[in-house]
């Protein structure tokens, strides 16, 4: 899955409609730049491709105000939404994502109703369960774990990233089952991007 997909959908998507500087400032004000592959110049490349695609649509506004060609907005299409839910739902319940494409997903829970993400959260700790299992019934050696050697170390390392990251992901589903964050459906939530003309203290 290309984070920068879901990155740059669900970004769009939060304003209704947005030019590729919002989205730019707000990828950064998540710390994307950090964590994904979300620099400037493929950011704007993806709005691009996404509108190619028939994924974005494409608007041209006013002017630019330094003399440059008209600013182009873009709004999510039918299209788009389907590929943006298909997308987060998709990298909710894998249990084998890339750490920036389940934090991108993260981020973007709140879009969905509060029983699908447990549900989709469920189904993540099912499999990590499983893939954990997996792993200790036929990939670990039978000799006693001293007699394993470092090539030991990576079925420990692979238990071990299943059993915190399933640690992690039941703690979150125990927070949305308490009520914690306003899902979809239920009512209005701040959306915490940065407001038209606002510097972004993190570029």
């Known amino acids: 899955m290309s984070v920068m997909r879901l990155l740059v959908l669900g970004a769009v998507r939060q304003h209704g409609r947005a030019h590729g500087y919002q989205v730019r400032n707000d990828l950064e004000f998540w710390g994307a730049h950090e964590w994904s592959t979300a620099k400037p110049g493929s950011?704007?490349?993806a709005l691009k491709q996404l509108a190619k695609e028939g994924l974005l649509l494409a608007h041209e506004?006013?002017?630019s105000t330094a003399?440059?060609?008209?600013?182009v907005e873009y709004e999510l299409t039918e299209a788009g939404e389907e590929s943006f839910f298909a997308l987060l739902r998709t990298a909710l319940r894998a249990h084998d994502e890339r750490i920036d494409v389940l934090t991108s997903a993260v981020g973007f829970i709140?879009?969905?109703p509060r029983a699908e993400a447990i549900s989709l959260l469920k189904e993540r700790v099912a499999a990590l369960e499983s893939w954990a299992e997996e792993v200790r019934t036929h990939w670990t050696p039978d000799s006693p774990p001293a007699e394993w050697?470092?090539?030991g170390e990576i079925m420990r390392l692979?238990?071990?990233q299943a059993e915190s990251d399933a640690g992690w992901t039941r703690g979150l589903i125990e927070r949305l089952e308490n009520g914690a964050y306003v899902m979809a459906g239920e009512g209005e939530r701040e959306v915490t991007v940065l407001p038209e003309g606002t510097g972004n203290p993190f570029s």
């Open 43 to 45: 950011i704007y490349h």
């Open 61 to 63: 506004v006013a002017p």
């Open 67 to 71: 003399g440059g060609p008209p600013r």
């Open 110 to 112: 709140v879009d969905l």
């Open 149 to 151: 050697g470092h090539i």
């Open 158 to 160: 692979w238990t071990h």
